[in-house]
């Protein structure tokens, strides 16, 4: 699986090896890349004609703005498995590439994804990857991101970012610190709600 990934120039060819190494794999399971274009928000499917649903499309936004993925570094991705995932398949499983990519297997038999099929799963988004890392160049939009993500989560000031309805995109550590909720619960918030709340005097003052 390394080897096909390393000869690999271009991440579209990278992608598309990666789909046929997890095909060739599993005995059934679909895979596919999602890709999300910070510029425009869309997200691509590169792969299964399966669509992305609503929850990778709004897990990816969040991750890309800062809003999510405390992975450092040397932390290897962690997958995602939902047993009851939206249209006709009956088992996923997703696994973070990166801050802007999602590797997604799906099975219409949740047996054909336990432990074991996890950790290929992980294993083979882990060497996507790194191959992606190789490929792509440090650009300086890629570094600008990059540390935009860095300062905004690592900022000891509590830090709240909300859409044009007040819903909650995006917080950093500090903001889940001053709060004592969890990231999902404060992101399922909207900011009025945060700033109302008994126990939110701290938030208050942050702002």
């Known amino acids: 699986m390394a080897a096909d990934l390393s000869g690999a120039e271009t991440a579209e060819t990278a992608i598309a090896r990666t789909v046929e190494v997890v095909e060739a794999v599993f005995d059934g399971p679909v895979a596919s890349v999602c890709t999300r274009d910070p510029a425009t928000g869309t997200v691509m499917t590169h792969g299964a004609a399966v669509p992305a649903p609503d929850g990778i ?42 801050h802007d990519r999602v590797l997604r297997v799906c099975a219409t038999d949740p ?5 074991a099929a996890v950790a290929t799963v992980e294993g083979v988004a ?16 890629r570094i600008g991101c990059a540390l935009a993500r860095a300062l905004f989560e690592q900022s000891g000031d509590a830090t ?16 889940v610190t001053v709060t004592g909720r969890d990231r999902d619960a ?22």
């Open 57 to 98: 499309t709004d897990a990816l936004g969040k991750r890309t703005s800062g809003g999510e993925d405390d992975r450092s570094a040397d932390d290897p991705p962690e997958a995602i498995v939902d047993t009851d995932p939206e249209g006709p398949l009956h088992a996923e499983v997703t696994v973070p590439v990166g």
């Open 111 to 115: 047996g054909e994804l336990d432990e």
């Open 126 to 141: 882990a060497t996507l990857e790194a191959s992606l890392a190789r490929i792509e160049p440090a650009t300086p939009e």
């Open 160 to 175: 709240f970012v909300s859409d044009a309805d007040g819903g909650l995109v995006a917080v950093n550590r500090a903001a």
């Open 186 to 207: 404060l992101l399922a918030s909207e900011l009025p709600e945060v700033c109302e709340d008994s126990a939110a005097a701290a938030v208050r003052s942050h702002l």
